[in-house]
């Protein structure tokens, strides 16, 4: 298994010989206004640029992974470069349909026992934030990735800690946990997704497991920077367990 964090959300993994891009944001630096009712009102979105061209992104991605559609999950600029006939999976009917109306053919709605080629990926469940701010987020869901040949990987998406989370990992004992751990808010309403103690939840309730702190510093409603978690990490002493790439970075399991 190969993933490599792009940047925010977005991850290009390799697993069973199979390329997948995770909820592509692809647009330029600054293209997009910030989002609203949130910090940094003084800078656009994306806050910085992609790693590498988004062509070469792209090169030899087999499916399309959609956890939701949120702008900084799935954008413009995806829209307009993904082939049309690219297989794109989604959590439900709603995303299919929004999908479907951009062009795209080949939309399939992820099941807890949906097969790409011989991979399973299982539908997993998670909440944007907590409370009343949920009527604003919507629906999102999570993904695990798992093949009698690779390590199962469990990309958990725009969520925070909650019961569901445990739930999932021990029901699906994945050796490769990825979080969005961004801390990202708006003014009013609390975290969004993950913040550094979600994270260490995540990280004790899968003490064997190599987790990934992803979608930070990218958006204008970060809340968390990567020095402050992985100062947090040390003073917890998992440091070693919790991995909190740069945008560009690949990691191997």
């Known amino acids: 298994m190969h993933v490599k964090l792009i940047r925010n959300a977005t991850l290009v993994v390799d697993y069973a010989d199979k390329k ?3 909820d592509p944001m692809l647009a330029a630096k600054g293209t997009y206004p910030p989002f609203p009712n949130s910090v940094r009102q003084d800078q656009r979105n994306p806050l910085v640029d992609l790693p590498e061209q988004a062509e070469s992104i792209l090169e030899g991605i087999d499916a399309v992974i959609l956890t939701h559609l949120h702008l900084d999950h799935f954008d413009e600029s995806a829209k307009e470069m993904l082939p049309k006939d690219m297989k794109i999976y989604v959590q439900n009917e709603e995303d299919a349909n929004e999908v479907k109306e951009s062009g ?3 939309v399939e709605i992820l099941s807890e026992n ?3 080629a011989d991979i399973q990926l299982v539908k997993s469940k998670g909440e944007h934030g907590r409370g009343e701010i949920l009527k604003r987020t919507g629906n999102v869901c999570g993904v695990i990735l798992k093949h009698a040949n690779e390590k199962t990987l469990y990309i958990a998406g725009d969520t925070v800690w909650y019961e569901a989370i445990q739930d999932t990992i ?3 004992q994945p050796e ?5 751990g961004g801390d990202n808010q708006f003014l009013e309403g609390g975290s969004l997704v993950m913040d550094k103690k979600d994270i260490l939840e995540v990280a004790k309730a899968a003490p064997h497991a190599t987790i990934i702190s992803v979608h930070m510093e ?3 409603h970060w809340g968390l920077s990567r020095e402050e978690l992985r100062h947090f990490l040390t003073e917890k002493e998992i440091a070693d367990k919790v ?3 740069n945008d560009g970075d690949s990691l191997n399991f």
Do not use: S
């Open 243 to 245: 991995i909190v790439p």
């Open 114 to 116: 949906t097969v790409f």
């Open 170 to 172: 021990e029901t699906q």
């Open 176 to 180: 490769v946990i990825v979080v969005n």
């Open 20 to 22: 997948f891009i995770i």
């Open 218 to 220: 990218a958006v204008n």
């Open 104 to 106: 795209f053919t080949d």
